[in-house]
């Protein structure tokens, strides 16, 4: 599974949107600002992040951005399906077909396998993607 750069960015979005946590409202430059993304790139996640319930927009004079709900009720999985969809390794999986439905063994196996790769995802909150690096000393 290789996430799209789109996907990436809106882990970066959110993980700078958690660190302003708290109530404080950030504006979507002042997160392009912060990682260095495109402001564009930046409304785009914005725009599926809020669609999603990640974020909420408050328009008006002390707007901004929040998250749209505590950081560590948000996962990695919650971030990728607002960007991505629904997480599934295989088009067979989605729904979809193949020349080889009649034969195969192994379709009926790749719900476990989806499920599998969700929980692991739903297992890394924004509360540690917001975090900074440890540091390694070396010696």
């Known amino acids: 599974m290789r996430l799209s750069n789109l996907c990436d960015y809106a882990v970066v979005t959110m993980s700078a949107a958690a660190r302003h946590c708290g109530g404080v409202r950030v504006s ?12 564009p790139t930046v409304q785009k996640v914005v725009s599926r992040l809020t669609a999603a319930g990640l974020l909420r927009g408050t328009r008006g004079a002390g707007g901004g951005l929040q998250l749209g709900r505590p950081a560590a009720a948000i996962t990695l999985a919650d971030i990728v399906e607002a960007v991505e969809g629904p997480i599934v390794l295989t088009p067979c ?3 979809g077909q193949c020349g080889f439905d009649h034969a195969c063994t192994v379709r009926p196996h790749w719900p476990i396998v989806n ?25």
């Open 28 to 39: 979507a430059a002042a997160l392009a600002r912060e990682t260095g993304l495109p402001p």
């Open 93 to 95: 999986a989605a729904g």
């Open 115 to 139: 499920a599998a790769m969700r929980d692991a995802l739903a297992g890394i909150s924004l509360v540690t993607l917001a975090r900074a690096p440890e540091t390694r000393e070396t010696t």
